[in-house]
């Protein structure tokens, strides 16, 4: 049974794993930049995710795969300056963390003392303990990532929904419990079936962030050029826009480029 909502003027990991305890939903939303970090946060978001998908929707890559270090750590830096009350949770990006504990844990602090940020997330399960361990052992809090987990978009070969089979169904509970036991304070779901994603979310006392993931998880994350429909192209079942930012930016710019070709702008009232 859900109590009365509290008014966090923080959000820390504790906070996340309070809310869940209380009923109280998760709202979370990607980052990239300081002046959209700036409006999220006032808006009340709980968490800013300074994805990788960066790569996508400001770096125009196909995949995830691309970005770097350096410049996850560029716009995590720019986010944390815009955010007052909101966690922010920084991608490890690719090849920062997989094959090696020590390579991941150099990451992770990296993003920590050069950002500012509060927390970095990290995709896979069981394939990555060491990876955790090393760094939860160093004091870094750690979200998870199962289910469609991008980086893998070549092994996987699609961006499919995941965990449909019994095995695989099987693997991902079985990491999620392992992620809660290793210490992650909270877990992405990314893109399975959403009966599975209860249950889930119902095994372990970590919040459950799910995209794609339904509504029975303790939290939703989009992509803010998704939402705020920037982003015309991709249209996904677990997509909701809340805006039609393409059209309504694109009329904005064709009539700015109107008034300075009729000479309309600026007027008198906008000179000096």
Do not use: W
């Not at 716009?75 to 690719?94: E, N």
């Not at 927390?119 to 870094?140: F, H, P, Q, T, W």
């Amino acid at each position: 049974m859900s109590t009365a909502k509290k008014d966090y003027k923080r959000i820390t990991t504790r906070s996340l794993i309070e809310m869940k305890a209380n009923g109280e939903k998760i709202s979370m939303l990607t980052g990239y930049d300081y002046t959209m970090a700036t409006i999220t946060d006032g808006a009340g978001i709980d968490v800013i995710l300074v994805g990788d998908s960066a790569s996508n929707v400001m770096a125009g890559h196909e995949t995830t795969l691309p970005i770097t270090l350096d410049q996850m750590i560029y716009h995590a830096s720019s986010v944390v300056r815009g955010v007052k009350r909101a966690l922010v949770v920084v991608d490890l990006p690719f090849g920062s963390y997989q094959s090696d504990s020590k390579e991941a844990l150099r990451s992770a602090i990296r993003i920590m003392k050069e950002s500012g940020a509060h927390a970095v997330k990290l995709e896979g399960g069981s394939e990555i303990k060491d990876s955790i361990k090393k760094i939860l052992n160093a004091g870094i809090p750690i979200m998870g990532h199962l289910g469609l987990t991008p980086q893998s978009i070549y092994k996987f070969g699609t961006y499919t929904v995941r965990a449909k089979e019994d095995a695989e169904a099987q693997k991902l509970i079985d990491d999620a419990k392992l992620l809660e036991k290793l210490g992650c304070f909270a877990l992405v779901l990314e893109k399975i079936p959403a009966q599975l994603a209860k249950k889930v979310a119902e095994s372990i006392s970590i919040p459950v962030i799910g995209i794609g993931a339904g509504g029975d998880v303790d939290g939703q994350v989009l992509v803010i050029h998704d939402m705020l429909g920037m982003n015309n192209e991709f249209s996904p079942r677990f997509l909701r826009r809340y805006m039609d930012l393409h059209e309504d930016m694109t009329n904005a710019i064709s009539q700015y480029v109107s008034d300075v070709k009729s000479q309309d702008f600026p007027n008198e009232n906008e000179q000096y």
